[in-house]
């Protein structure tokens, strides 16, 4: 058999979308499944829209995704270039074989004339389509036209008037559409560009792509390239049609306002883990059969994916189910990992200074990270779960505040846990974990005196992470200091 040669082929006309990355995502498990190849194409015939800058994006993203090309731009292989603005010369030529057979023809039809068209077909309650007028035109005419200065576009001829189209696809089975639907499409641009869907033909065909493996809003598109490929005489490779991605609402995700990322770069900035979106991506649209198993490794999935078991229906893109997913894994992954991801939070916030850490306020850092990531989704939330380990203590309510340290027995236990923290070997959390055990037994107070004005007088709060962690990550001295400081407050009236 021959090798398997996938796809992905974005243009680069604005940032990348989540609903391209998972397209990607797919492409690259099924060529290592596999052992295919995958081949980044830029299709950038869109002259206006179309940067330098937004391809770099792609590659970055794809990168940080982990999603490694074998050929393309950047990298290059045997069927480039592969950036479509520099193979206009082969899109031409094969134009120019279409012209000659009389399977595509110059059309001279201006904006206004066209759109009279449509509006006329609309009237008779027909579809608004191309009618054909410049198939046959004499040399006159044409003559005539180029005087007037009009930049023609190339159309291909849709011979066939209600013939069915099949699309045999992976995903879906088969799909029918009539050619009566199709009108005369535009595979040449006046601006002397391919359109998307004769470019894409040549490209797939010469860069001797097997699998084609692209989102649903392309099947319209199929048909027409099916017949592009019969009029060049090209075979077909297989085709496969991804469910769209919808938001809560079941309507296609796209950016409502500034609170919905759309942009995959959305998720990374805001510290999400690629190993974890690239899990939850692989699931819009996909379920490993059986034991549901929501948490897989990279092998697991290439090992279990298979392009059937793709849903036909629309996937839901559920934010929650992505920031309990991402939780887990920042909760799972080496801590170290974690602390180098979360300092630029850190710093974005000035609780790390730019010039970087000492050995020993890593290991500091590394205690407090540990605690901070049972609470987080995502670690631009790191600062937030933090904070009281850097900020200056402060109460929320001071006047509460001072009430609760003048409780009975409160002073005694402050000076208790003081008195045993300063005695103990060692410092550590199953240590103090005793503490509070002893105290209990051994004073007059009831559990509430011990646990609640220590929370207050340690962080400043009434709930957080767990004390004994709260002690140990503060040590001793911070801790005498939070103590007397809170005692002072008491005194004070
Ligand atoms: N440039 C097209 C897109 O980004 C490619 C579609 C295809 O895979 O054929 O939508």
């Known amino acids: ?33 596999n052992g295919g190849k995958l081949i980044l ?16 994006l792609i590659v970055k993203e794809l990168d940080w995704l982990g999603l490694d090309i074998d050929e393309g731009v950047n990298i290059g292989g045997d069927y480039g270039p592969y ?15 279409l012209l000659e057979n009389g399977q595509a023809y110059y059309c001279y039809c201006t904006p206004e004339e066209l759109e009279e068209m449509r509006e006329e077909a609309r009237q008779k309650g027909e579809m608004p389509r191309y009618n054909g007028k410049c198939r046959n035109l004499s040399e006159e005419e044409v003559k005539q036209y180029r005087a007037e200065g009009r930049e023609p576009v190339i159309r291909f001829k849709v011979t066939e008037q209600d013939r069915d ?14 050619t009566s639907v199709l009108d005369d499409f535009v595979i040449f641009k006046s601006d002397g560009m391919p359109t998307y869907n004769f470019a894409v033909v040549i490209d797939d065909t010469l860069m001797k792509i097997t699998d084609v493996i ?4 392309h099947l319209s598109n199929t048909p027409k390239q099916i017949l592009i490929y019969e ?7 297989e085709f496969a049609h991804l469910p769209l991605i919808l938001d809560e609402n079941r309507a296609k995700l796209k950016k409502r306002n500034s609170d919905d990322a759309v942009y995959i770069g959305e998720y990374r900035e805001k510290g999400y883990l690629p190993e974890a979106l690239f899990n939850f991506l692989v699931m ?11 948490i897989l490794s990279r092998a697991e999935i290439i090992e279990q994916f298979e392009l059937e078991d793709i849903n036909k229906a629309g996937a839901v893109f559920d934010i929650e189910k992505l920031n309990w997913l991402n939780g887990k894994y920042i909760r799972e992954i080496d801590l170290e990992r974690i602390v180098d991801l979360s300092i630029p939070y850190l710093k974005g916030k000035g609780y790390i200074k730019d010039e970087g850490l000492s050995s020993e306020k890593k290991e500091w ?22 904070e009281l380990f850097f900020a200056e203590l402060s109460y929320e309510d001071k006047e509460e505040a001072a009430e609760e340290f003048r409780a009975e027995g409160v002073d005694l236990v402050f000076n208790t846990l003081k008195n045993k923290l300063r005695k103990l070997e060692e410092f550590n959390v199953k240590n103090i974990n005793k503490i509070f055990k002893e105290m209990k037994k051994e004073l007059p107070v009831g559990g509430r005196t011990i646990y609640h004005p220590t929370r207050l007088a340690l962080t400043g709060m009434n709930s957080g992470p767990d004390m004994n962690d709260i002690i140990y990550i503060l040590g001793l001295e911070e801790v005498e200091k939070r103590l007397e400081k809170a005692l002072k407050l008491a005194n004070q009236k």
């Open 165 to 178: 189209i099949i699309v045999n696809d992976i995903i879906r089975g088969e799909v029918t559409i009539n």
């Open 41 to 56: 194409r830029i299709e950038d015939t869109d002259r206006e829209r179309s940067s330098r800058e937004f391809e770099d």
């Open 1 to 33: 058999m021959n090798e398997m040669r996938l796809r992905f082929p974005p243009s680069p006309t604005g940032k990348i979308h989540i609903g391209n990355i998972r397209t990607a995502l797919f492409n690259w498990i099924w060529a290592r499944k």
């Open 284 to 294: 819009l649209g996909w379920s490993p059969g059986g034991d549901e198993e929501e």
């Open 83 to 97: 950036r479509q603005s520099e193979r206009l010369d082969i899109y031409n030529k094969y134009a120019e074989k």
């Open 231 to 237: 009029a060049l005489g090209f075979e077909l490779p």
């Open 214 to 217: 692209r989102g649903e809003d």
């Open 365 to 386: 850092l590394k205690k407090v990270i540990d605690v901070a990531r049972n609470k987080v989704s995502y670690l631009a939330q790191i600062p937030d779960e933090v």
